[in-house]
């Protein structure tokens, strides 16, 4: 037999019902915040994620869904959101267009991550991209939009956020904290000897003992931000104290993709995950539209990780609704279709065409989670009518077919 790819998995009933409910939510307080629903491809030349997620960054030095397509060209599976709506943005000229461009999307994202509790190498993400704003107000806007999120589906949450510096004083930090490296040379982890080349800040996060150890005396990226990068932090923080979300300043975070830049946050849920246990993540990218050959573009966004998200979801109840049609003999069944037909779309209604016992049907019904059972048998087929039993209520009712097209509401 064959099976599915390690670390690929399907959604199948019953998780099924809480993805359902997951995007229903996420669609819907996406829209209450004024943002549109994009779509971009899953596969996109591989230049893309280098330059954009960088090459300091794992995504980009070990975990690509590579390969070279028929037509030669080098693609790769897109292995988070942002890179591909940067690229559509420009594409679309959008980025010449000005004012405001505020984008929410939802797909499957691939990395060749070591397969784990959380971790899966085709994971969901929901994501939201915002282009042409400068103010630190989307930055909160969008912060307030997931906690927000994370507060209807009753998902307690840490909220880690930084300032990772913008062009004026980023440069300088940077500089420092490599004459720092150069001091503790032939000391440091292999992955952070290669940081040091390609993305100095990303060796904040290592995860290695001995590197954090090392670095606690390294030069700090807080005292070293410009004065507006300071004040945007204030006013950040000073907008979520007012709305009562809980938050914490973490000098060491990073984020683990280059394109960063001023405030970048994590959402972590602290129980039921693992390990793995940051459920969303963002921050500005105020230069990648820029760096992608785009005009100069404030942007900022984050993203969600479902399959995280659903793992703590509670059950989802599933509430009874529609109609389960059934016959107990086989010349009913057309007048049932042609019955479930004149309900929908106002009402699901669901044809059982075999025929079988009452008692059967009932017990269909109820595992549909129906709020109806409608029987016709030869009584009914004769009389032109149906009977019908709301399955909350226990009242039954025989009906002429005509009249039971209209009314459902008992
Ligand atoms: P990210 O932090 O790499 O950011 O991913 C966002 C979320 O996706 C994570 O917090 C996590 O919940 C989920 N996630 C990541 N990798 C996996 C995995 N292997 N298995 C399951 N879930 C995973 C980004 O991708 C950025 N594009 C976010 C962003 C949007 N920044 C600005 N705009």
């Not at 993805?19 to 915040?33: D, S």
């Not at 397969?115 to 704003?133: A, C, D, I, T």
């Not at 005292?223 to 104290?241: F, K, P, R």
Request: aromatic share 10%; with cysteine.
């Amino acid at each position: 037999m064959v099976k599915s790819l390690r670390g690929m998995n399907d959604i199948l009933p019953p998780e099924n019902r809480r993805y359902e409910r997951l995007l229903a939510i996420l669609f819907e307080t996406a829209k209450a915040w004024g943002l549109e629903w994009i779509e971009t491809p899953i596969l996109e030349e591989t230049a893309l994620f280098k330059r954009s997620v960088g090459e300091s960054s794992d995504i980009v030095g070990k975990e690509m869904y590579q390969f070279i397509d028929k037509g030669s060209n080098d693609v790769c599976m897109r292995p988070e959101g942002t890179a591909g709506v940067v690229r559509a943005f420009i594409e679309a000229k959008l980025d010449r267009a000005g004012g405001v461009h505020r984008y929410f999307y939802s797909g499957p994202m691939y990395r060749y991550e070591r397969p784990q509790k959380g971790r899966l190498r085709q994971f969901h993400q929901f994501g939201v991209e915002v282009f042409g704003e400068r103010s630190v107000y989307e930055d909160a806007n969008l912060i307030l939009l997931a906690a927000t999120i994370f507060t209807r589906l009753s998902i307690p949450y840490r909220l880690k956020i930084n300032s990772l510096g913008c062009i004026k004083c980023a440069p300088g930090y940077r500089q420092s904290l490599c004459d720092f490296l150069e001091g503790v040379e032939g000391q440091i982890c292999e992955d952070c000897e290669r940081r040091k080349v390609t993305n100095p800040l990303r060796v904040l996060d290592c995860k290695n003992e001995a590197c954090q150890h090392l670095y606690r005396h390294a030069p700090k990226l807080s005292e070293h931000l410009c004065e507006e990068c300071v004040s945007d932090l204030a006013t950040l923080e000073a907008i979520l104290t007012r709305h009562h979300i809980p938050f914490e300043r973490d000098p060491n975070l990073v984020r683990g993709l280059d394109y960063y830049s001023k405030t970048a946050f994590e959402f972590i849920a602290d129980h039921g995950l693992g390990s793995q246990n940051a459920i969303a993540g963002g921050g500005r990218y105020d230069r990648l539209v820029e760096m992608l050959g785009g005009k100069p573009t404030p942007a900022v966004g984050f993203a969600i990780g479902l399959e995280r998200i659903v793992e703590l979801m509670g059950e989802v109840e599933e509430k009874r609704e529609g109609i389960w049609l059934g016959a107990l003999d086989p010349e009913a069944i057309e007048t049932l279709i042609d019955f479930a037909q004149a309900l929908r779309p106002r009402y699901k209604a669901v044809v059982d065409y075999t025929p079988r016992s009452m008692a059967k049907h009932l017990k269909n019904a109820d595992r549909d989670h129906a709020l109806y059972c409608g029987v016709i048998g030869s009584n009914e087929f004769a009389t032109g009518t149906i009977w019908i039993k709301n399955l909350i209520t226990k009242e039954e009712r025989t009906l002429p077919i005509t009249e039971a097209t209209k009314e459902l509401t008992w």
